[in-house]
């Protein structure tokens, strides 16, 4: 079987060694006994969720605007 080489943090690496159900269990079978999300968010996910999502005041809107006016680019790209 091929194998791969990754590198993970100590605190990854910590997760793991207590997620084995004994000493002889490989890193690899942990890895595959994971329950992992099939799917993926889309572009899609977020329009669907627009409509539950809670709209900005009108205020926030304004300070925003105003944010967007003030932001102007610098003379010189350099400084």
């Given amino acids: 079987m091929a194998t791969k080489t990754i590198s993970v943090d100590i605190q990854a690496y910590t997760l793991l060694t207590r997620a084995r159900l004994s000493r002889s269990e490989s890193f690899s079978q942990v890895i595959k006994r994971a329950r992992w999300s099939q799917n993926a968010k889309s572009c ?3 329009l669907a969720a627009l409509p539950n999502m809670p709209v900005a005041s009108s205020v926030a809107i304004q300070r925003l605007d105003e944010a967007q006016t003030a932001d102007i ?6 400084s």
């Avoid at 680019?73 to 350099?78: A, E, F």
């Fill in 44 to 46: 899609g996910d977020l």
């Fill in 73 to 78: 680019p610098p003379d010189s790209t350099w």
